[in-house]
């Protein structure tokens, strides 16, 4: 059997990791500024990591949903802790696709609506909904196709109000900063305005943090910067630091109940194991802070570099957007320099670097790219 062949691919093949660096099958070392997108959140490998998967797995990998598990009871009170919204419920699953799956299904039986607010390039998956939600037609296939999601332009308050005037919105969904859409950040007061038309309305305000949340943006959720709670918060690619696990955190005033959502493999031991150990070297390392900190001085330096048309982001998730003839700087990058890093069309270099990224290896990126942009 072939594999069924969807994405292009870099002729790398990695054998080996450790915090930033990766290694491929010729023994060449890589920085990874890329994180597998934005997965990598406490660094490859790290001990501690390795450590609590490995001494899971020799006294329960998996067991159903039907039982009690007491990781998750732990795993949901830590999570609580470290994204301060200790009164929030959780519910665990496997992607971020699914994880926005459930948050949008969980808002429509909540307030009984059908109508979905989304916006101008964003990106919220690949599954019925959550792809109904993103802004790119080509992903769409002919059977996800529905009238019950409307796109509205970003950042727009009276677009916004407008919208819901006209129908009976269910919810609103939102990255904090758009990540496929090229690192492109929510306003504060646009964000205030989606949590207070909901309030008036009743909608559930879906905060998409897959991408922007936990710490990469220098706070838990990116949403944080502007103040307000949001409804439901979904989450994925740095809960598990590579170990497919994905999470709603969801309000007091939205009940659950029995049967309402469900799954086979969300919250199994092994993902549990591998979610508090992220969130543990989190909080021993105080990554969030270590992800402002090297965050703002990436993005200080990058501003000072000529040729590029702007540098985006927060914290760890920056946007670096250069004009079309300096489209070969990210091969160049890689090839060259051995510097993984992330694009959005269509032209935005993406750094999404593991929180625990240090001034050392910010400065050898920084010296590599300036010699890209000096041709
Ligand atoms: C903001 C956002 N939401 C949802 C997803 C989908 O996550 P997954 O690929 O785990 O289904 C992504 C993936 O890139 C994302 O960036």
Redesign the pocket.
Known sequence: MKLFDVYPLNDICIEKAAGSYVWDNKGEKYLDLYGG?AVISIGHTHPHYVKRIEEQLHKVGFYSNSIKIPLQVELAEKLGKVSGKEDYQLFLCN????A?ENALKLASFYNGRKKIIAFKKA????TSL?VAATDNPNIVAPVNETDNVIFLPFNNEAALEEAFKQHQISSVII?GIQ??GGIVEAGASFLQKIRSLCDEYNAVFIA?S???GYGRSGKFYSHDFAGVNADIY?M??GMGNGFPI?AISISPKIAPKHFMLGTTFGGNHLACAAALAVLEVIEQEDLINNAKNIGDYLIEELKKLPNIKEVRGKGLMIGIDLPDELNMVKKDLLFKHKIFTGEAKPNVIRLLPALNITKTEADFFLQAIKTELNP
Request: aromatic share 4%; charged share 25%; glycine share 14%.
């Open positions: 997108h992607s971020g696709a699914e926005n990106f919220h998956g690949r959550a990255e990540g496929v998409d897959v991408q922007c979904s994925a690619k994905s």
